[in-house]
């Protein structure tokens, strides 16, 4: 939604904008567990708390396709990590948005996101091979 449109490229046919994207990518991630275990005459607990972070390049693009006057709809997709922080991830995300007024819109889609990771040896092995995927809704104002 914040790319300037370009005009029709063919008379009465909705708006097509292409992008080319780079960038780099933030995961942080939290494990956190306490457990106690109840014992005949005693109580055990453990406690555990570790984070990672990490940050991959990517590359992709994205395709904004405008079918009416106050619809957008987009598909992105990238590539990143090459083994800076990752092996591997990808990223793809189709959104559909409607604008409420000159400055309100609503929109919704799914995103999916795969990344490998992995670092350390031994006991200190950390590896995180994923998908995180879902559906999003969203409220937004531009300005």
Request: proline share 5%.
């Amino acid at each position: 939604m914040t790319s300037m449109p370009l005009p029709a490229w063919v008379a009465n046919m909705p708006e097509v904008i292409v992008e080319v994207l780079g960038g780099a990518r933030y995961q942080y991630l939290r494990t956190k567990v306490d457990l106690e275990v109840v014992g005949p005459d005693r109580v055990r607990t453990f406690e555990a708390d570790k984070s990672r972070t990490w940050v991959d390049p990517f590359f992709g693009g994205r395709m904004v396709w405008r079918p009416g006057t106050n619809w957008i709809t987009s598909l992105q997709t990238d590539l990143g990590g090459f083994t800076v922080s990752s092996d591997f991830t990808f990223n793809a995300r189709v959104e559909a948005a409607y604008r409420i007024n000159k400055w309100l819109f609503v929109n919704a889609g799914y995103r999916a996101l795969y990344t490998d990771y992995e670092t350390g040896s031994g006991d200190e092995k950390f590896a995180y091979n994923m998908w995180v995927h879902g559906p999003f809704f969203g409220v937004g104002v531009e300005f």
